[in-house]
């Protein structure tokens, strides 16, 4: 499966974002789906995934309560709302796929497929 992130840009603290990530090739709907982050000079960060059907999803503690994940198994799109935005929210953002089985993946290397990246600046 191919992927395409999209949406980043700079916002102001306190503000929002939707990040989205088009897929294509292999049926979406047969993939989990995941959200990373990576700052400079930092390690890839997970931020959240969301299942094959949609009804459930998963949150790193540091964004839980202000992203949102959701998808659309038509448009093949998995996006991210990001609501409330800090200065330490700036990285570059990453979509995921991964067709392993059950329970959440977090790490990185359980993924295989992944976008270019989309950079996110938030400014104090």
């Known amino acids: 499966v191919q992927l395409q992130a999209s949406g980043g840009g700079l916002v102001q603290a306190g503000g929002s974002l939707r990040l989205s990530c088009t897929t294509s090739?292999?049926?979406?709907?047969?993939?989990?789906m995941g959200w990373f982050r990576q700052a400079p000079g930092r390690e890839r960060e997970f931020v959240g995934a969301i299942n094959r059907s949609g009804g459930d999803t998963y949150y790193s503690g540091s964004v839980k309560g202000g992203f949102t994940i959701f998808r659309d198994n038509v448009k093949n799109t998995v996006y991210l709302q990001m609501s409330n935005l800090k200065p330490e929210d700036t990285a570059v953002y990453y979509c995921?796929?991964?067709?392993?089985?059950?329970?959440?993946?977090?790490?990185?290397?359980?993924?295989?497929?992944w976008g270019q990246g989309t950079q996110v600046t938030v400014s104090s």
């Open positions: 995921a796929a991964t067709l392993n089985g059950s329970g959440w993946k977090t790490r990185p290397n359980e993924y295989c497929c």
């Open positions: 090739g292999r049926t979406f709907s047969d993939y989990r």
